[in-house]
């Protein structure tokens, strides 16, 4: 016998359309705050920064192939990694298959690392994606939008390794790097628009301000169990090839 | 010269911390929402459900597949969003499908199984499922009442004379509506915690919360008059010239 509580389908109804009314709210205020977002002011980038692609060097104005819109998620590969950073991972998978559709909305979506392109390179073949993925090795453009920190700086400056999440040591463990290189770069969104030829950024979100790349918690939070991962958060998501 | 609102950084700054702290709030709701949602009472599935699967003949029990959660997509075909004879997958549960393979190793891999459904014979769902490409289970309740029970399609009788769709009483239902539905089993128990319809199945839809951080939104006069099948896309941009 389970112990959770049983309830006729009746009793579950009612129940399930009190929770609907919550539900529909929340969906309504999510449609508010991407309204709020739309509002927010824009802010043109003046540097030239220059990106490591797989069609060569190329200007942020060119990364968006032609779209008005480009988001670029930041992720987590340092020079030092070996390789890319599982939770990054797991939220790239669900980028990947959506391509048509966010292309049809004049968005382009791609990946941008610190690590040398033909590591990326390397780790995308793995990996089986499509997403473009290009390299700011030789570009300020990590450390100017908050996503790459100086390792030395961050040896000198970081808490306690048990002062930060367990998924901080773990994933360094999966990256095959030391916890300051690991968190010396930062996973996050950066959102841009162009418009006539001028490159203005509209938004960046970091932190479980990237939920929304997470396709598998939202229904997690559908589940009857929940996330069901406590203060280990994310410490059970592996590569895709890795589940047993 | 754009004709939107331009700001120094440290202007953007300050809007875009204000606009945080909204959506903090906003995401710890959800978080009070999806603790409200386990809080739901079970019910236990009296009724044997039988599917037709790639593996034979499969009971509800079945399709948990080993694991403790089954997260059913009660997938509209032969009947849908821009439906004929040569797609006959609902062009919007096909845009929701398309989020499925990504996500699948992660869910498999934290105790959850994901099906879909449909009323139509496993041969033709097979059929269209390799047009897309697809991975996920996809099993045939042809025949059973599993779709209509859980409150995803209606019988003749009650698109004359009105049934439940999304917890509200609907005059004349069509024949199929899109939805999901979530199970637990326990000691060999099958129980229903949850169902889902209508904007609720969105939580599905990734593309749409990466839209909703884009400048133009979701930029559509009509929801879904842009939906086109991952394969269509090409094909639309012609028709517009």
């Known amino acids: 016998m389970t112990e959770h509580r049983i309830a006729t389908r009746r009793e579950w109804q009612s129940e399930r359309d009190a929770l609907l009314a919550e539900e529909k709210e929340h969906t309504r205020r999510s449609d508010e705050l991407a309204q709020k977002r739309r509002e927010l002011p824009w802010v043109r980038v003046e540097k030239e920064y220059r990106f490591d692609a797989d069609n060569g060097t190329r200007t942020l104005a060119e990364l968006f192939d032609g779209r008005s819109q480009l988001l670029i998620y930041h992720f987590m590969f340092g020079p030092g990694y070996e390789a890319g950073c599982p939770t990054c991972s797991s939220m790239v998978d669900g980028i990947d298959g959506l391509l048509p559709h966010l292309h049809a909305r004049d968005l382009t979506a791609l990946l941008v690392s610190r690590a040398p392109l033909e590591k990326l390179q390397a780790y995308k073949r793995r990996m089986g994606w499509s997403i473009p993925w290009v390299s700011s090795a030789n570009s300020d453009f990590n450390f100017d939008f908050g996503a790459s920190f100086d390792v030395e700086q961050m040896r000198k400056q970081m808490p306690p390794e048990d002062q930060l999440p367990p998924i901080a040591s773990h994933n360094a463990k999966a990256t095959g790097t030391g916890l300051a290189e690991y968190i010396s770069e930062m996973f996050g969104a950066s959102v841009f628009t162009l418009q006539d030829g001028s490159v203005y950024q509209t938004y960046a979100t970091t932190g479980r301000g990237v939920e929304f790349l997470m396709g598998y918690y939202p229904i997690l939070d559908r589940m009857p169990k929940g996330r069901d991962e406590g203060e280990a958060f994310q410490t059970w998501i592996r590569r895709h090839d890795e589940y047993a | ?241």
């Not at chain 2, 133009?216 to 269509?232: I, K, S, V, Y």
């Open chain 2, 1 to 241: 010269m754009t004709e939107h609102r331009t700001a120094s950084r440290d202007e953007w700054l300050a809007a875009r911390r204000e606009l945080l702290d909204a959506e903090k709030e906003h995401m710890r709701r959800g978080d009070e929402l999806a603790r409200r949602r386990q809080e739901l009472p079970w019910v236990p599935i009296e009724k044997e459900y039988v599917f037709e699967t790639d593996e034979g003949e499969t009971t509800l029990t079945e399709l948990f597949d080993g694991r403790s959660q089954l997260l059913v997509y009660h997938f509209m075909f032969g009947f849908g969003y821009r439906v004929d004879e040569e797609n006959p997958g609902c062009t919007g549960c096909s845009f929701v499908a398309d989020h499925f393979d990504a996500v699948l190793p992660h869910l498999n891999g934290h105790h959850v199984t994901l099906v879909a459904e449909s009323i139509a014979p496993l041969q033709e769902l097979s059929r269209y499922k390799d047009r897309m490409g697809w991975r996920f289970p996809w099993v045939s309740s042809l025949g059973s009442d599993f779709k209509y029970d859980f409150g995803a399609a209606f019988t003749e009788e009650q698109q004359r004379s009105g049934a439940e769709y999304n917890f509200r009483h609907v005059d004349q239902p069509p024949p199929q509506r899109e939805g999901m539905s979530a199970f637990a089993i326990e000691d060999g128990v099958v129980h229903h915690t949850y169902s889902t319809y209508d904007r609720g199945v969105e939580q599905l839809m990734g593309t749409y919360s990466y839209l909703d951080v884009a400048p133009l939104g979701r930029n559509e006069e009509a929801p879904a008059d842009w939906w086109r099948r991952h394969d269509e896309y090409d094909a639309r941009e012609e028709d517009a010239e």
